[in-house]
C-alpha cells in the first residue's frame, strides 16, 4: 500500500517555491499578534503564566510564594508546556517565555503542512493546505488552553510517524521519530493522546487486510495504550487538595453544531456575526467547491482518504461525547481545531491552478480562472489571519484596561477578584463569557507574589493552594458577614459596573481607582 505521492524531485520547483513563500508569509503573520501585542487575547493563558511565575520563584526569600501555595511537581499530562516555560524564564521574563511557548504551536504547525506536503502529488500543489493558517486561532485558542494548543502539531506528527512506521521498512531512525513524538505527545496533554489512539485504531481498521502493515501499526499503538493506563492509574494519586468531583453532563446538539460553526462567523453569534469573517470562508467554500468538480474523474490516494475517516471519527465524537467530563469542561468541544485541520487535509488534494507554470500563458477563460483559483485562495487565507489580528488587537486592548489599577497596588498582598462580568465585547457573549476571567494574574506577574484566592484545581497543575489556608469568597455569604471575608484580604478587585456591590464592598473598603471595567477597592476593616 503505497502512501506516498510525492517523489523526492519535484519538476515544478517554482510552483513549489511559491507555495513555500505563502507559508513563509503566512507563518510570519501569524506571528504578528502573539509578539506585536502585550496581552494575548487568551482566557486561561494568565493563570498558566502565573503557574510558571510560581514554578520559578517559589523559593526566591523576597517572595511569600511558600506562605500560600503547594508545588506538586510531576512527568506527563502538562509537563511539557510548564517544563519549556521554566526553562525560557532562564533567558526571559515569563511573559516573553509563553509568547515563545505560543509562537511554538504556530511555527510547529507550520511544520506540520511542510511535513503533510509529500503525501500529496507534486502537481497540483496543495493549495488548500494554506488554510490551516486561518484556522490556528480557534475557540481553543481564545479559551487559552496553552498544553492543549501545543499539543495539537504534536498529535499530527505523531499520526504521521505512525502512518509511516506502519507502511514502510521499519529503522532506526523511523522507530525513534515515532517514540519521540509520541513522548513528547504524552508529555503535553492527554486528551490528544486519546484522539491519537482513537484515531490511529482508525488507521488500523483501515490496514487489517495487510497483515504486515497491521502489525506495524498495531504494536505502537498498544504501548502507547499501555503508557496511557499506566497515566491515568498513577495520576489519580493526587493531593486532597487538588481533587475535584467527578461530573458528566452534554451540551444540546445545536449548541454543538454552532460551537463547530462558529469558526466561520468570527467566533461571533448571539451578539452580531463578523460579516467579514462569513464573506471571507464563503468565497473560500465557493472556490474549493468549484474546483472539486475538476477532482471528480481523478482518484482518492490512500492518505486523502484516511484524513476522511480520521474526520468521521472526529465528528462522530465531536457530537457523540459530553461536553463535561471528569473535571473537564469542553471535552467534546476540543476536538473542533482537530476537525477543522482534517478538513483541509482532506481537500487538499483539490487541484488549484495548472499543473505547471507555462500553462499560465494560456489565456482563454477557463484557464485563466484556473490560474487564478490558486493565488485567490492564498490571499483569502492572509485576509483571514488578518482580521483575526484585528479581533485578537481590540481583545488585548480590553484586558490592558486592568494596567492603570496594577499601578495602584502594593506587592505581595492578598487579592479577592470579584467577577460581576468578565466576558468580552469583541467575540461572543456566551461562549466567550470569561474571556477575561484571569486578567487578575497579572497583577502577581507583574508585581510579585501575594495570593488570590482562585486558582483553577485541576490535579494536573503542577501548583495548588495549600489546603490548611482558607480563602472564603463573597459568593454564598450573606452581605452581613462581608466584613468578616474582606478581613482576609488588602485588595478587592472588582470587574463590572455593578454600582450595588460596589456601594455595599465600600462600608468594608475605599475606591482605590477605576479603569474600564475596573474598580480597585482597598480593604479598610481590620
Known sequence: MDIFTNSTHNNNSTLDGYFVTWILLLTVTCLIPIWWLRFLPMQDYPQHLFITKILTSFYDPHLDWSSHYDINLHSGAYALSYGLMVLLTTISDVETAGKIVIS?????????????????PPEP???????????????????????????????????????????????????????????????????????????????????????????????????????????????????????????????????????????????????????????????????????????????????????????????????VLPFWFGFYSYFNLRLAPIIYFLSVFAVAHLPLGPARLARSFNFNSSAFLSRMAAPVLAILAWLLVATSIQTQSKISDETATILPVLDKMSPHSAVLPVLDDSSTHILDSVLFYQLHAHDHY???????????????????????????????????TPVSEWPKVLKNYRYVLVRGHNPQRIQLLTKSSRVVVQSGPWTLLEVTTQ
Open 442 to 476: 497579572y497583577y502577581h506577574i507583574i508585581h510579585n507574589g501575594g495570593v488570590n484566592p482562585l486558582l483553577f484545581r485541576n490535579p494536573m497543575i503542577p501548583v495548588q493552594l495549600k489546603p490548611e489556608r482558607v480563602w472564603p469568597l463573597l459568593e454564598a
Open 125 to 319: 500543489m496543495p493549495w488548500p493546505l494554506l488554510l490551516v493558517f486561518p484556522l490556528l486561532f480557534h475557540q481553543c485558542y481564545f479559551l487559552g488552553f496553552q498544553s492543549y494548543l501545543l499539543s495539537l502539531p504534536l498529535l499530527f506528527f505523531s499520526l504521521m510517524q505512525l502512518i509511516d512506521f506502519a507502511h514502510q521498512r521499519v529503522t532506526l531512525h523511523s522507530l525513534l521519530a515515532l517514540m519521540v513524538s509520541v513522548v513528547l505527545l504524552i508529555l503535553a496533554h492527554p486528551y490528544t493522546v486519546l484522539v491519537f489512539l482513537v484515531l490511529g485504531s482508525v488507521m488500523v481498521l483501515t490496514t487489517w487486510q495487510h497483515r504486515s502493515v497491521l502489525t506495524r501499526a498495531l504494536v505502537p499503538m498498544l504501548l502507547v495504550g499501555i503508557l496511557f493506563i499506566g497515566w491515568l492509574v498513577t495520576g489519580s494519586n493526587q493531593p486532597e487538595s487538588a481533587k475535584l468531583n467527578w461530573e458528566i453532563s452534554w451540551w444540546p446538539v445545536k449548541s454543538v453544531a454552532l460551537f463547530l460553526m462558529m469558526m466561520f462567523y468570527g467566533l461571533r453569534w448571539q451578539n452580531g456575526v463578523d460579516i467579514s469573517s462569513i464573506v471571507l470562508w464563503s468565497l473560500v467554500v465557493l472556490l474549493l467547491w468549484g474546483n472539486a468538480r475538476r477532482a471528480q474523474a481523478q482518484p482518492i490516494s490512500y492518505f486523502s482518504q484516511l484524513m476522511r475517516w480520521f474526520l468521521s471519527a472526529a465528528l462522530l465524537g465531536f457530537f
Open 104 to 120: 511554538l504551536y504556530v511555527v510547529l504547525m507550520t511544520g506540520v503542512v511542510l511535513r503533510i506536503r509529500r503525501y500529496y
